[in-house]
């Protein structure tokens, strides 16, 4: 059997994950290797006992390989190892790269100028704006933009690129037959429908998310990019430990500021505080990486089209309006600062909304959208 085979077929038995398919490998030196060792051989191998031993012994029979073959075709998936070119080369260098990957979609040579971008689930309309802005512009400027496919500001970070008409690479940590969250299967379809770049797990197909995928996931968006940007992240969070995860995989951090007394910013300003690149926008990350390029070449800095202002505003709107930004504002402040009463500040916040300039967030805070 072909290693590119075994390795298929190591990764559909059942209670055989990445960390025991590494092991294995550690043990005989090839995953077609380990599938034709025998029982007491297997036995011998860290973490595996008699009972898995048995099943791993019979997995040339147990596992359908030409059903499976057939269905990554019908999905249109391919299964790439280390060996082969498209492998992204940034992950060979990593500490436990991942010995094989389920692509749907095209990774190109150009990726290999990736960002990742990390950030809290339950995020803020200042975390999705910042990721908005910064995504855009990286995307416009030639950088792809990497991601778990998360809510919140993993999904923006995707859409803000292919909206820029960029590249995004999203890294699932469930099998690319089972899309996690389900709300983005129109994500993944759009990402490989526009050409725009590719979905990849290392799971089986249709494997269901769980604790121990997403930090094996979070290995592979840091270490396929040349720096990670964390927009929005609490002290204690997933995209913390990424970040940690990327600094020993010896990729720049980057970290948006936010608001200080704001919880979901903690995360940032603590990376900050430990050496983090401060970024407040995207030529902080651009103006890093463009040492990286070949002399005489240089990142594309055309920033996004501007915003047209609103145009026939009357007076009491557009001075309401001119008061609100990005960040969260309570009716009464937007009072205090524009001193008109309180009966026409609401008034003119809700047409302000209807004209979608604005948007109205829980506990009556107040945005500026365009």
């Known amino acids: 059997m072909i290693e590119r085979a075994a390795l298929l077929t190591l990764t559909h038995v059942p209670k055989v994950g990445p960390v025991t398919v590494r092991r294995l490998i550690d043990h005989f030196g090839t ?19 008699s009972s898995l031993a048995s099943i791993l012994a019979g997995a040339r029979n147990s596992v359908d390989l030409k059903a499976i073959t057939a269905q990554m075709k019908d999905m249109g998936l391919r299964y790439i190892i280390p060996t082969d070119d498209e492998y992204p080369a940034a992950l060979r260098e990593i500490y436990d790269p991942p010995f ?31 990721t908005k ?17 998360a809510r919140g500001i993993d999904t923006a970070a995707h859409k803000a690129a292919i909206d820029a008409g960029g590249r995004t690479i999203a890294v699932l940590g469930s099998g690319l037959g089972n899309i996690y969250p389900p709300e ?14 590719a979905i990849l797990s290392e799971f089986p197909i249709h494997m269901s998310p769980n604790k121990q995928s997403f930090p094996l996931r979070n290995r592979i968006v840091s270490g396929m990019s040349k720096g990670i940007l964390v927009v929005e992240a609490p002290a204690w969070s997933g995209a913390m430990i ?6 020993d995989q010896g990729r720049t951090v980057y970290a948006v500021p936010g608001p200080i007394d704001h919880p979901s910013s903690a995360g940032c300003h603590k990376l900050i505080k430990d050496g983090a690149t401060l970024a407040s926008s995207a030529d902080d990350i651009l ?4 040492m990286l390029l070949p002399p005489g070449q240089e990142f594309d800095r055309g920033d996004l089209p501007a915003a047209a202002p609103p145009k026939d505003l009357p007076a009491d709107a557009a001075k309401i309006y001119a008061v609100l930004d990005s960040l969260e504002q309570q009716v009464d402040d937007i009072i205090e600062k524009t001193k008109l009463p309180a009966s026409i500040v609401t008034t ?22 365009v």
Do not use: W
Not at 184 to 197: M, S, T
Not at 287 to 290: I, K, N, P, R
């Open 31 to 49: 995953a077609a290797a380990a599938l034709d060792a025998s029982v007491a051989e297997l036995s011998q191998v860290k973490g595996i006992g």
């Open 287 to 290: 103006d890093d990486l463009e």
């Open 348 to 369: 003119e916040l809700m047409r302000l909304e209807m004209l979608r300039l604005t948007k109205q967030l829980p506990g009556r805070r107040f945005v500026k959208l």
């Open 242 to 247: 990424t970040a940690n995860l990327a600094a």
């Open 133 to 149: 802005n910064l995504c855009g512009q990286m995307a416009r400027a030639g950088l792809t933009v990497l991601s778990g496919f």
């Open 184 to 197: 983005n299967k129109a994500l993944a379809d759009r990402i490989i429908a526009e050409g725009k770049g």
């Open 100 to 130: 094989g990957l389920f692509i749907r979609g095209e990774i190109k040579p150009s990726d290999a100028h990736g960002i990742a971008v990390v950030g809290s689930r339950r995020c803020t309309h200042y975390g999705l704006n910042a």
